[in-house]
Structure formats: structure tokens, C-alpha cells
T-cell receptor, first 111, second 115 residues
Framework: ELKVEQNPLFLSMQEGKNYTIYCNYSTTSDRLYWYRQDPGKSLESLFVLLSNGAVKQEGRLMASLDTKARLSTLHITAAVHDLSATYFCAARSNSGYALNFGKGTSLLVTP | ETGVTQSPTHLIKTRGQQVTLRCSSQSGHNTVSWYQQALGQGPQFIFQYYREEENGRGNFPPRFSGLQFPNYSSELNVNALELDDSALYLC??????????????FGSGTRLTVV
């Protein structure tokens, strides 16, 4: 069974600082996803990573994938308050059926 | 291009009752999957439908069932509701697996409360 672990689960950071969220998955997966969720809202797609070494950037967020280490990272650069949300990574099982989500990282950016 | 729409947005049911949640997939997407998200947790896969057939199921009991219609819209039915069924139910649509589509578009969800 494909298991996904994120850390940290809670992160409080000051505006302007950098930080990285880590996502480990237990077995081979062909796709890794990052989502953002605001309180009471649905999931907003941030990145889809398809191959080893893939790196994608959007604004202050950059995601990378190392399939050999079964590790993805979401790096936050110069955080701003608007980035406060819960971030989920999800790995797709090779059967193609399910996205297996981590427990999420609750990010709070403070002045 | 329309996104994924779910109805209703909120629902309150009594333990033991039955509920039906609905989802209209994004245009061009013929695969629909359902997820349950308990408060403070990540979404858990319930099942997936492709061409009106269930082709994948997570660790949920048979009282969770579904349908997909020819227009690719879908329903999630839950019988004999339990308090632990209280959650946000998310529907996601994607292009078919055979097309190697990779985009999962999530709807805004249905918040189910069982009392």
C-alpha cells in the first residue's frame, strides 16, 4: 500500500523567511501532486511532477521530485501572509486509481 | 470550460439515514473519483468510476456506493449513516487513464454532518 508522509505537520514562519515542506512516499509512484487548501475550501492544484528530477516553480513556491529517494519537496521563498493555508502532497498509485494524500502541512505566515 | 460542480454544498443527516451526493465532471473528463476528508486529515480515496463502471475502490465498506451516468456525472450514496461519516466529500474528475491525463480537478465539496 502506498503511504505518504509529510513533515512538518504544522509550520509557523515569519514573513520573508524561507522554508521547505517534505513529502516521502513508500512505494513506486508515477506522479506526485501538490495541492493547497484554504479553510473550508476545496483543493487547489499547485504542481504535478511526472519524472525524476522534475522541478516546477510558481511565484514563491517551488516543487521538486526525487523518485529514487521517493521524496518531493515544496520550497517556500520569502513567505508572505497570503501563503497561509494547508498544503497537501499526494502520490498516485501505479494502478492509476487513487491519489494517496499526506496528512497535510498547516502553514501560518506571521508578520 | 466548466469545472467540477458538487451538490449540495452542506447537508445535515441523522444517524441511520441515507444520503446521495452529486457531482458533475469537468468538460472532457470521463473519469470521476470520490474522496472523504475528515476534519484535520488528508482526503481518503473512496472509489473511482470510468465509463459507468467502478474501476477502483479504497478501504470503505459496501454501504458507500456510487454511480456514473452516460454524461460522466456521478453520485455517491451512503447508507446507514454513522457519526464518523461526517466529513467533507470531494469529487475529482480527470481525463481517462488510457489517455494518460494527469490533471485531477476537484470540486468544492459537500460538507456532510451526521447527528
Amino acid at each position: 500500500e502506498l503511504k505518504v508522509e509529510q513533515n512538518p505537520l504544522f509550520l509557523s514562519m515569519q514573513e520573508g523567511k524561507n522554508y521547505t515542506i517534505y513529502c516521502n512516499y513508500s512505494t513506486t509512484s508515477d506522479r506526485l501532486y501538490w495541492y493547497r487548501q484554504d479553510p473550508g475550501k476545496s483543493l487547489e492544484s499547485l504542481f504535478v511532477l511526472l519524472s525524476n528530477g522534475a522541478v516546477k516553480q510558481e511565484g514563491r513556491l517551488m516543487a521538486s521530485l526525487d523518485t529514487k529517494a521517493r521524496l518531493s519537496t515544496l520550497h517556500i521563498t520569502a513567505a508572505v501572509h497570503d501563503l497561509s493555508a494547508t498544503y497537501f502532497c499526494a502520490a498516485r498509485s501505479n494502478s492509476g486509481y487513487a491519489l494517496n494524500f499526506g496528512k497535510g502541512t498547516s502553514l501560518l505566515v506571521t508578520p | 470550460e466548466t469545472g467540477v460542480t458538487q451538490s449540495p454544498t452542506h447537508l445535515i443527516k441523522t444517524r441511520g439515514q441515507q444520503v446521495t451526493l452529486r457531482c458533475s465532471s469537468q468538460s472532457g473528463h470521463n473519469t470521476v473519483s470520490w474522496y472523504q476528508q475528515a476534519l484535520g486529515q488528508g482526503p481518503q480515496f473512496i472509489f473511482q468510476y470510468y465509463r459507468e463502471e467502478e474501476n477502483g475502490r479504497g478501504n470503505f465498506p459496501p454501504r458507500f456506493s456510487g454511480l456514473q451516468f452516460p454524461n460522466y456525472s456521478s453520485e455517491l450514496n451512503v447508507n446507514a449513516l454513522e457519526l464518523d461519516d461526517s466529513a467533507l466529500y470531494l469529487c475529482a474528475s480527470t481525463p481517462s487513464i488510457s489517455e494518460r491525463g494527469y490533471g485531477y480537478t476537484f470540486g468544492s465539496g459537500t460538507r456532510l454532518t451526521v447527528v
